[in-house]
C-alpha cells in the first residue's frame, strides 16, 4: 500500500463524515478509495503468505488501524512478529503499541499463531 493511498485514509476520508449529508461525490470517491484499498490489502496479504517482510510489516498495520479489513489486534501482532523475525526493525514499536491493547492471552494466541505460521512456511497464517 502506498504512503499516498494510506495518508488518504487517515486524513481525507475521516473528514468526509464531518459533513451534514454526504454528496454523491463524496460517496463514490470514498467507495472508490475503500475498493482501491482493499484490493491492495489482498496484494499485500499474498505477498505476506509469500514470506515478504514489508508486506508481513504493512499488513499487520492493516489490521492495527483496520485497512483493507475490520482492526484485529491478534492478527496484527502476528503478521509484525513474523516481520520482526526477518529482520524488520520497524515492527518492534508497532508490536509495543498493539501490545498496550491486548490482553496477555491475547498475546499468547498471537505468538502461537505466529509460530504455526512460520513453521508451516506461511501456509497456516490466518
Not at 513474523?82 to 509495543?96: P, V
Not at 502461537?112 to 512460520?118: G, K
Amino acid at each position: 500500500m502506498s504512503y499516498k493511498k494510506l495518508l488518504t485514509l487517515l486524513f481525507v476520508i475521516p473528514t468526509i463524515g464531518f459533513a451534514a449529508e454526504e454528496t454523491d461525490a463524496q460517496r463514490i470517491y470514498r467507495l472508490s478509495i475503500t475498493n482501491e484499498l482493499y484490493g491492495s490489502f489482498l496484494d499485500t496479504l499474498a505477498s505476506a503468505k509469500s514470506g515478504v517482510p514489508d508486506a508481513q510489516y504493512l499488513l499487520g498495520v492493516s489490521y492495527a488501524v483496520g485497512i483493507g479489513a475490520p482492526i484485529n489486534y491478534k492478527r496484527a501482532y502476528m503478521w509484525l512478529s513474523l516481520s520482526r523475525a526477518q529482520g524488520n526493525d520497524s515492527a518492534q514499536n508497532t508490536l509495543n503499541s498493539i501490545a498496550d491493547e491486548m490482553t496477555p492471552a491475547q498475546i499468547e494466541e498471537a505468538q502461537e499463531q505466529a509460530s504455526l505460521c512460520w513453521d508451516s512456511g506461511f501456509k497456516y497464517c490466518e
